[in-house]
């Protein structure tokens, strides 16, 4: 190996940083996350709001009042074509098919192994139309899966995502707040809408597909409509959501919503070596749809009986176990049986939670294990999920 000079490396890591700025991209709304003080890291390659104020107080805000997410770097691919709902049938673990117009099901992109290539909400907009909405690192091979399983069906596989922005409104006044926003019009019943449905809408004269989904654990809103007018959009909610405690929330705090509502993260939860099965997502496959799928051999064999399965842990205390630390049959066992794929202090809740994949023996409720937080063994305990559940 030889070594550069001083001014090559210089140049070469100013090359770097320039390439890094180039490939960046930006929310359409980000002049609004600056102007509202936000921190921003890299997601996927986009720079978002990690958070405004402080993590603490804008989980505390959704969960009390409401907060208001930018989602707008997921991936967004529509499907259209005479033979939409067969092909989606062949693409997807679930069987979009039979769902409802302007019904959303929750489905898995699996590859022929059995592996989850990407966790997805897909939503029926038409007879012969669908809305599949990515994770966006996930974006490029979602995309790619689905168009190279496009191939033999009558269907067009559209990429929307850099032309669609994503706002949602979450928490228990989030009804409220998209109901006295200004120039928002609902086709229909907002109050009614059940979860997992979505309605049309328009803003100021742009489509706005408003869907009663999210990520949190709370009641809700998603909001899809063109870029242009995102920033528009953004404003008139922030403005209808003062009377109701609205908050502009960063990724930080709808991550410890989502684990405290017991929701998997793609990358920690699900990978392409997990089959769904020890996710606890074994329902989301359908293997009593009459059509072949790509992993459905794979899945009607499932994992080994010695797979690790999803488990949450609770413990006492204030040192969470963070992604990554093992997990023990006992204090002093020499052979780590798990590993914690998210964990942090519950903000609602007070004490640590976390989600682990364990061996099947510790995966029994109530049995007491120990995390290695730092070189110490700390008990847990493995309970159901979720760990927070909302009053109806």
Not at 127 to 156: C, I, K, M, P, Y
Not at 219 to 246: C, I, T
Not at 316 to 322: E, L, P
Request: charged fraction near 20%; aromatic fraction near 8%; glycine fraction near 10%.
């Amino acid at each position: 190996m030889t070594s550069a000079s001083p001014d090559q490396t210089s140049t070469d890591s100013t090359s770097t940083a320039t390439d890094a700025a180039a490939t960046e991209r930006f929310s359409p709304l980000h002049a609004a996350h600056v102007a509202a003080g936000a921190s921003f890291t890299d997601f996927a390659g986009w720079q978002m709001p990690v958070r405004y104020s402080s993590d603490l107080a804008e989980h505390h805000a959704v969960r009390k009042a409401a907060g208001l997410f930018d989602l707008s770097h997921m991936a967004e691919i529509r499907v259209s074509g005479p033979q939409a709902g067969e092909f989606l049938d062949h693409a997807l673990a679930g069987q979009l098919s039979v769902i409802d117009l302007m019904q959303a099901k929750y489905s898995l992109l699996l590859n022929s192994r059995g592996g989850i290539i990407d966790d997805l909400v897909v939503y029926r907009t038409g007879e012969t139309e669908f809305l599949v909405v990515a994770n966006a690192g996930n974006h490029d091979q979602a995309l790619e899966a689905l168009t190279t399983r496009s191939a033999r069906f009558d269907v067009t596989v559209t990429d929307e995502s850099g032309d669609t922005a994503l706002i949602a409104v979450q928490g228990p006044n989030a009804l409220a707040i998209v109901q006295a926003t200004a120039g928002l019009s609902v086709d229909g019943d907002l109050t009614g809408l059940r979860y997992y449905r979505a309605i049309t809408a328009g803003f100021n004269g742009a489509p706005v597909l408003v869907a009663r989904t999210g990520y949190t654990g709370e009641d809700g809103f998603e909001l899809y409509l063109p870029n242009a007018d995102a920033l528009a959009l953004w404003d008139a909610l922030v403005v209808a959501g003062a009377p109701h405690g609205l908050v502009p929330a960063g990724l930080a705090s709808r991550d410890t919503l989502r684990l405290e509502a017991g929701m998997p993260l793609y990358g920690h939860e699900l990978t392409t070596s997990t089959y769904p099965a020890q996710a606890g997502l074994g329902r989301v496959v359908n293997l009593a749809k009459p059509t072949d799928f790509v992993g459905r051999t794979a899945s009607e064999e499932g994992p080994s009986g010695e797979a690790h399965v999803l488990v949450g842990l609770v413990s006492a205390g204030k040192r969470a176990g963070r992604a990554g630390y093992e997990i023990f049959r006992s204090i002093d066992a020499t052979e780590p049986e798990g590993v914690i794929t998210s964990g942090a202090l519950s903000p609602t809740l007070g004490y640590p939670i976390a989600m682990a994949y364990v061996a099947p023996p510790l995966a029994r409720l109530d049995t007491e294990v120990f995390i290695d937080v730092r070189g110490t063994r700390a008990p847990a305990t493995v309970i159901a999920l979720p760990f927070y559940k909302r009053a109806k």
